[in-house]
């Protein structure tokens, strides 16, 4: 306070001095600045004066500012003892009010203990069971009865209790049920429709012939954008359109639990997926055994008219042009004056020209079928160099990676051996009906020679 003070005199003299410089530059005569000095000191005295007063009544008010805070202070150092003590006798008399609680108690502790586990699991069956698509809201009481039993001041009701009971049986019972009922159905389109749902127990939902699925997380029924196959669906559209009776429909017994089961087989791949796995060698493979197959089918029905022809022409007397065995039979006629040798090199003249025609095509099955194998091995080796490269790529933390890449890699070796399989079986057979042509042109000709040779 009293260095406050002095700074408020020095300022006023640093004023006063000012003012007097000034007044000398505005007085006439030493008698005005004389006058114009008097009057400033007056007016200097009397605002030092009032500075002063009010430089004390602040110091007053500060000072009882100061008696207050301590006045408070004192309060409230008072009012904490209080409330301390009282927290003490309050936290004396909760443990005893516990103990009480806790004796009088007794053995529901246990049963407590049991009521809330089997409600903790009942929660989660609940959950995720597919009675709640049909039966909403069922395990919302849940929640407010395991926080009352683990709650210090709150009680199980026996309504409560006995409800938990009851939605115990009531999932079991629903389990065995077979209901229709109308719910809102979300198409893989984004569509939603409201229809009939046929809920097999606790196993699977089905609408229409196709099969679906619920969202416990936001209590939606969606159809699986993936169905299983055709067999299986139709036996899901006749279980819906059945009135009474026993009908045969394809589950998964995992339903309750997930439907794994179900979710392996709609994710296995079709025949015509597994072939695209294939990739460019398995078209190669696939091209090459439908030309193979295609040419072994030519040549089969080919040689079978062969085949016929020369039967006829077996049992007539007369050349037929229309067949080999003809065509031999009219070199001979045309020679049958020449000596044996002649005769006999101009019949096989004639049935090396036939040969060509007869055994066409079996060589281009051979090939085929020894390199159709082949093909299916170079597709697996690329594709199992792929696999590794991946693998050294990802890691081979996921096994179902590892497993899918080796799966399409085997892919080619099965298109090879399904091309080659029946290739063989085609030239075998395209094989026997040229040979069996070729033995009775051989055994004819045989026989003309021989006829040629007695008479000569």
Not at 60 to 82: G, I, K
Not at 209 to 235: D, W
Not at 329 to 345: C, G, M, Y
Request: net charge negative; glycine share 8%; charged share 25%.
């Amino acid at each position: 306070m009293k260095m406050t003070f002095v700074k408020g005199c020095l300022v006023a003299l640093a004023a006063s001095l000012s003012a007097n410089v000034a007044m000398a530059d505005q007085a006439a005569t030493l008698d005005e600045l004389l006058e114009m000095v008097r009057e400033s000191r007056i007016a200097e005295t009397q605002e030092h004066r009032q500075r002063e007063a009010r430089f004390r009544q602040e110091r007053e008010n500060r000072a009882e500012l100061l008696r207050e805070a301590r006045a408070t202070r004192d309060s409230e150092e008072r009012r904490s003892e209080r409330l301390e003590q009282t927290y003490e006798e309050q936290e004396r008399e909760v443990r005893a009010k516990m103990d009480q609680r806790n004796e009088r108690l007794g053995s529901l502790r246990e049963l407590f203990g049991h009521l809330t586990s089997t409600a903790g699991d009942l929660r989660e069956t609940l959950y995720g069971s597919l009675v709640s698509a049909q039966i909403p809201g069922r395990g919302e009481f849940l929640n407010e009865l395991i926080d009352k039993m683990n709650s210090n001041t709150r009680l199980p009701s026996i309504a409560e209790i006995e409800r938990l009971w009851f939605e115990m049986q009531r999932e079991m019972v629903e389990t065995g049920r077979v209901v229709v009922f109308p719910a809102e159905v979300s198409k893989p389109d984004g569509q939603r429709v409201t229809q009939d749902v046929v809920r097999i127990g606790a196993y699977n939902l089905v609408s229409e012939g196709k099969y679906l699925t619920y969202n416990p997380a936001s209590g939606r029924i969606e159809e699986l954008p993936r169905q299983p196959a055709g067999a299986v669906r139709s036996s899901a559209a006749r279980l819906q359109n059945a009135e009474s009776g026993l009908v045969q429909v394809g589950i998964d017994p995992t339903g309750p639990t997930g439907g794994s089961l179900l979710a392996a087989l709609i994710d296995s791949p079709t025949w015509g997926e597994r072939w695209h796995q294939g990739g460019g060698v398995g078209y190669v493979i696939t091209a090459v055994g439908v030309f193979g197959f295609l040419l072994g089918l030519w040549r089969i029905i080919y040689l079978f008219g062969v085949s016929g022809k020369v039967t006829a022409q077996l049992k007539s007397s007369t050349p037929n042009a229309n067949n080999p065995l003809g065509r031999v039979l009219q070199v001979a006629e045309e020679n049958k004056n020449v000596d044996p040798e002649t005769l006999e090199l101009k019949l096989e003249e004639a049935v090396l020209k036939e040969r060509p025609a007869i055994e066409s095509g079996l060589s281009l099955l051979k090939i085929i079928a020894a390199v159709a194998p082949l093909m299916g091995l170079l597709g697996t080796v690329v594709g199992m160099i792929l696999t590794f490269q991946a693998i050294t790529i990802f890691g081979a933390g996921d096994p179902k990676n590892m497993a899918g890449g080796i799966s399409s890699a085997l892919i080619t070796t099965v298109l090879g051996l399904v091309v080659a399989i029946p290739t063989v079986l085609l030239h075998t057979i395209v094989n026997g009906r040229a040979k069996r042509v070729i033995h009775v042109l051989d055994e004819q000709t045989a026989g003309i020679i021989a006829e040629n040779a007695e008479r000569k």
